[in-house]
Nanobody, 119 residues
Framework: QVQLIESGGGLVQAGGSLRLSCAAS????????MGWFRQTPGAEREFVGF???????RYADSVKGRFTLSRDNAKKTVYLQMNSLKVEDTAVYFC?????????????WGQGTQVTVSS
């Protein structure tokens, strides 16, 4: 069982930066691929990016060049550094974990953290 707790969300002006964190429980964090998703009201959950247990990573086109994923296995934490934020980045951001290297679905999900980007 893995529990995920996101933090770091908040209100920021367009062009600003935020760093989201996702802290995981459990002893096998290093074997999980960690993903980030976001969702706005009435919309489907949208893929943001993932960082695999072996270092593979992938980003959605909408965030490439602006968002960066990293992980600290000793701290059991994955980070999403978000720069050059846009109003359209406003959403609830969720982290997720799965044992697959390139997951198509994720087994574990956090509760989400709100990111609001103002113009």
């Amino acid at each position: 069982q893995v529990q995920l707790i996101e933090s770091g969300g908040g209100l920021v002006q367009a062009g600003g930066s935020l760093r989201l964190s996702c802290a995981a429980s459990g002893r096998t964090f290093s074997t999980y691929t960690m993903g980030w998703f976001r969702q706005t009201p009435g919309a489907e959950r949208e893929f943001v990016g993932f960082i695999a247990w072996n270092g593979d990573y992938r980003y959605a086109d909408s965030v490439k060049g602006r968002f960066t994923l990293s992980r600290d296995n000793a701290k059991k934490t994955v980070y999403l550094q978000m720069n050059s934020l846009k109003v359209e980045d406003t959403a609830v951001y969720f982290c997720a974990a799965d044992r697959a290297r390139w997951p198509t679905t994720y087994e574990y999900w956090g509760q989400g953290t709100q990111v609001t980007v103002s113009s």
